[in-house]
């Protein structure tokens, strides 16, 4: 299975400055979450224990380092679904959509601002949501070629579930009730439903 990530990716190659990013990726990433998208750029840049300069070097605006952010999310996301191969395949997809699910609830905030600033058309968007597509599909085919999962949805209609999920969960949710909203949906997607 091929994780779709190099259809977002944009890491630089050299090993120093894949490790100023990746610091800078991570930083950005905690603040955002825990504060908001207009954190100032030289607390990231502390935070990440580099320079200012270092993250202008990388991210030459706040807009590039908010796309850079939502890439490597969603190129984890698809990373993430290497690592289920040799589960059933019901439980593989279950694992992912749940990861799927935490995914959404940490960046809504992150998303709506990047849909307001290039709209839902724009190149990231279109390849995240190849990425995306290009690993969960597999999974949702293999757990219904096993006969686990029904045969008459697609995996459009999985994601617009699990996605309203997140989206209505996010920030009001310990986790708990994302879940127990993920088991439903499953259960309705099951050939036989859990009794």
């Known amino acids: 299975m091929t994780s779709g990530a190099d259809t977002v990716s944009r890491r630089p190659k050299r090993a120093d400055a894949r490790r100023n990013y990746d610091l800078l990726i991570d930083a950005a990433r905690k603040m955002f979450t825990a504060q908001s998208t207009e954190v100032p750029l030289e607390d990231i840049a502390r935070n990440a224990g580099v320079g200012i300069g270092t993250l202008y070097r990388h991210?030459?605006?706040?807009?590039?380092?908010?796309e850079g952010?939502?890439?490597?999310?969603?190129?984890?996301?698809?990373?993430?679904?290497?690592?289920?191969?040799?589960?059933?395949?019901?439980?593989?997809l279950e694992i992912w959509l749940r990861r799927?699910?935490?995914?959404?609830?940490?960046?809504?905030?992150?998303?709506?601002?990047?849909?307001?600033?290039?709209?839902?058309?724009?190149?990231?968007?279109?390849?995240?949501?190849?990425?995306?597509?290009?690993?969960?599909?597999?999974?949702?085919?293999?757990?219904?070629?096993?006969?686990?999962?029904?045969?008459?949805?697609?995996?459009?209609?999985?994601?617009r579930l699990v996605g309203?999920?997140?989206?209505?969960?996010?920030?009001?949710d310990d986790g708990q009730m994302a879940q127990r909203l993920l088991r439903v949906v499953l259960d309705g997607l099951r050939s036989h439903p859990a009794g």
Request: glycine share 4%; proline share 3%; hydrophobic share 45%.
């Open 100 to 159: 799927f699910v935490t995914y959404g609830q940490t960046k809504r905030a992150l998303a709506t601002e990047l849909v307001n600033t290039l709209g839902r058309e724009s190149e990231l968007f279109t390849a995240c949501h190849v990425a995306i597509y290009s690993v969960a599909d597999p999974l949702l085919k293999r757990a219904q070629q096993d006969g686990v999962i029904r045969k008459d949805v697609e995996l459009s209609d999985v994601l």
């Open 164 to 172: 309203g999920i997140a989206v209505n969960t996010a920030g009001v």
């Open 59 to 66: 991210f030459p605006s706040r807009q590039a380092l908010l």
């Open 69 to 92: 952010v939502y890439r490597e999310e969603v190129e984890a996301l698809c990373r993430s679904a290497d690592e289920l191969a040799d589960l059933p395949a019901d439980e593989a």
